[in-house]
Nanobody, 122 residues
């Protein structure tokens, strides 16, 4: 069982940066694949980024602007978001997958945080 708590969301102007954090409970954090997703009202949750330890995967819409990283020593995964755009406005969720194989569909992830709101003003 893994519990996830996101933080770091907020209001930022277009072109600005935010760093999201996701703290995980449990002693087996390093064995989980971690990912970031986001959701806007009326839309399905969409994949943002994941990293399987060897390769990172990003949605085309965030490539070159967002960076996923993790620190297993403190059971935390991060999402550095630069050059933010109004269309990045969403609730951002971190997720954990029991299998370490990289995956992008939300249904492949087993545990979810409560989400953190990111709002980018134009």
């Amino acid at each position: 069982q893994v519990q996830l708590v996101e933080s770091g969301g907020g209001l930022v102007q277009a072109g600005g940066s935010l760093r999201l954090s996701c703290a995980a409970s449990g002693r087996t954090f390093s064995t989980y694949l971690m990912g970031w997703f986001r959701q806007t009202p009326g839309k399905e949750r969409e994949f943002v980024a994941t990293w399987n330890g060897g390769r990172t995967y990003y949605a085309d819409s965030v490539k070159g602007r967002f960076t996923i990283s993790r620190d297993n020593a403190v059971n935390t995964v991060y999402l550095q978001m630069n050059n933010l755009k109004p269309e990045d406005t969403a609730v951002y969720y971190c997720a954990a997958r029991s299998s370490y194989k990289a995956a992008t569909p939300q249904y492949d992830y087993d545990y979810w945080g409560q989400g953190t709101q990111v709002t980018v003003s134009s």
